[in-house]
């Protein structure tokens, strides 16, 4: 079956506590997205990346790191996470992105940073 | 910077009756999608829709982009308690193929 897959899928920690979400794709994607959502704001950008070692900023990328050393695998990292990064996240994935190729998203990670 | 508004934020509505919710942009969009998002779940693909004045029907939900290609809307007809979800426009017409904006969109909630 094709998918996106995160984990954890909720996840708990103190502010300073460097932690990684994961996410994997099986559908051989080129594109790869990190999105949180709050509610009000919608879905912002984290980061993206076009392909294997090839990733850029979106809107809101302080506070968070990825790496894209496989193309399977976006994982997203925080450092030093802080009450303000408390959100749901959502990894995409989508072939040779273009305007009219749908984005593939996985079921969301819920993090709360006290 | 692109801004893509939704309208209403919020609708609850009877199961049976019809409903229309909008996306309007500060800008030509270049190409719309709109997603459907379930609670617990991630945004899922509906339709996308490129040309001006296009028409896509999607079972009961009928998708119109406007002529200027600034606005688009979605109808349901006779709604569902399965209709209930998040719906989100987004387009690519920040000037970038790599990246999607996404509206804040309407949380539509069907009740039997």
């Known amino acids: 079956e094709a998918q996106v897959t995160q984990n954890p899928r909720y996840l708990i920690t103190v502010t300073g506590k460097k932690l990684t979400v994961t996410c994997s794709q099986n559908?051989?994607?080129?594109?790869m997205s990190w999105y949180r959502q709050d509610p009000g704001l919608g879905l912002r950008q984290i980061y993206y990346?076009?392909?294997?070692?090839?990733?850029d900023k979106g809107d809101v990328p302080e506070g968070y790191k990825v790496s894209r050393k496989e193309k399977r695998n976006f994982p997203l990292i925080l450092e030093s996470p802080s009450p303000n990064q408390t959100s749901l996240y959502f990894c995409?994935?989508?072939?040779?992105?273009?305007?009219?190729?749908?984005?593939?998203f996985g079921n969301g990670t819920r993090l709360t940073v006290t | 910077t692109q801004l893509l508004e939704q309208s209403p934020q919020f609708l609850s509505i009877q199961e049976g009756e019809n409903l229309t919710v909008y996306c309007n942009s500060s800008?030509?969009?270049?190409?719309l999608q709109w997603y459907r998002q379930e609670p617990g779940e991630g945004p899922v693909l509906l339709v996308t829709?490129?040309?001006?004045?296009e028409v896509k029907k999607l079972k009961r939900l009928t998708f119109q982009f406007g002529d200027a290609r600034k606005d688009s809307s979605l109808h349901i007809t006779a709604a569902q308690p399965g209709d209930t979800g998040l719906y989100l426009c987004?387009?690519?017409?920040?000037?970038?193929?790599?990246?999607?904006?996404f509206g804040s969109g309407t949380q539509l909630t069907v009740l039997p």
């Open positions: 990346s076009m392909n294997v070692e090839v990733t």
């Open positions: 800008s030509v969009f270049s190409s």
């Open positions: 987004a387009d690519s017409a920040s000037g970038s193929a790599r990246q999607l904006t």
């Open positions: 559908m051989n994607h080129e594109y």
């Open positions: 829709v490129v040309t001006g004045g």
């Open positions: 995409a994935s989508s072939g040779l992105f273009s305007t009219v190729r749908p984005l593939h």
